[in-house]
């Protein structure tokens, strides 16, 4: 008797833990939604972060709260989100430096494909190459053969150890065959900063108007397959002669790993719904983002993709952090 009174306790607590979480998600969400961003406030993930989230929080019926959490190459903020309650009230949004850490740093602290759930893509854009609006170049072409002539003597900002733009540095060091020196911060936006007053010689930039609009730097390459519409008359690294240095980064927002589906599939509805907004894709837009939408497995194929290109490269370059 005794037995069959505990079976039928358990039960009744395992239909009670399921019809709890059932309620929980049939009514998800119900208060404020974090948002992970691993760079300060200012660069381009995070302005187009701020953009998206506004606009998904409108469709969720909830604010989306930004919670920059910069540091250690992104490995900060990847790893309070990875930690965080599978609940769907703890997102993450990154971009590709993500999937670029596990390829340069032995002991990123992650599993890229399996410590977080995807939810989507949402925006890829190609990185402008800045120069400070006095220096002499006016092309590519010019400023690599500066680098050649004085290894060493120039540099280049990123948005840290082993971000997206520290790779793209040590990559074109290998390809030109030119040596320079790397000086991380704590976002492009920084960095990009220090190239308009001149502490340092380039960098590479998403969201470059507001310093190309202030007269401060010019651009003098973009490193996407195609030109910029904003800046038609700037070339692409391609046609600068540097064929095999083009790159495109993304935007994608993740939840950690076992988040429920139902909840992932509403959050990946809702950012769907923002990207597909005119005044989201013309904010996006502005700041040289072309907006995506998507499933959470093209993202996990982005991922896997990313993660072979990004080893092969980072080994035949010898890139990698100690």
């Not at 939604?33 to 701020?50: E, H, L, S």
């Not at 965080?84 to 997102?91: M, N, Q, R």
């Amino acid at each position: 008797m005794r037995q069959l009174l505990r079976i039928a306790c358990g039960m009744l607590f395992l239909y009670t833990s399921l019809n709890s979480i059932c309620y929980a998600q049939q009514n998800y969400p119900n208060h404020p939604i974090k948002v992970i961003v691993p760079f300060p406030a200012g660069g381009v993930t995070d302005m187009g972060a701020r953009i998206i989230m506004e606009k998904m929080g409108d469709y969720l019926g909830q604010p989306m709260l930004i919670d920059n959490r910069p540091g250690a190459g992104t490995k900060l903020g990847t790893m309070v989100a990875m930690k965080s309650p599978k609940d769907g009230y703890t997102l993450y949004l990154n971009n590709n430096s993500y999937s670029i850490l596990p390829a340069v740093d032995p002991d990123p602290g992650y599993n890229a494909e399996t410590d977080l759930a995807p939810i989507g893509l949402s925006a890829f854009y190609g990185m402008a190459m800045i120069v400070n609006s006095n220096v002499s170049w006016n092309n590519m072409s010019e400023m690599i053969e500066f680098a050649k002539k004085n290894p060493g003597k120039l540099t280049y900002g990123s948005a840290g150890i082993g971000s997206g733009t520290h790779f793209l540095g040590e990559h074109l060091m290998i390809l030109t065959g030119t040596k320079m020196l790397h000086v991380p911060y704590k976002s492009t936006s920084l960095a990009s900063q220090e190239v308009a007053a001149g502490r340092i010689d380039f960098a590479f930039e998403g969201a470059v108007k507001p310093f190309v609009d202030g007269g401060r730097v010019k651009i003098i390459a973009v490193t996407d397959t195609q030109r910029d519409p904003r800046y038609p008359q700037v070339p692409t690294v391609g046609e600068s002669g540097f064929t095999e240095f083009t790159f495109s980064s993304w935007l994608a927002v993740f939840a950690p790993a076992g988040t429920p589906d139902p909840i992932i599939q509403k959050l990946n509805q809702a950012l769907n719904f923002a990207n597909n907004d005119p005044s989201v894709k013309k904010k996006l837009a502005d700041m040289g983002l072309n907006a995506f939408t998507g499933t959470p497995d093209m993202l996990a194929k982005q991922i896997s993709k990313d993660l072979l290109q990004y080893k092969k490269i980072a080994t035949a370059a010898n890139i990698k952090i100690n």
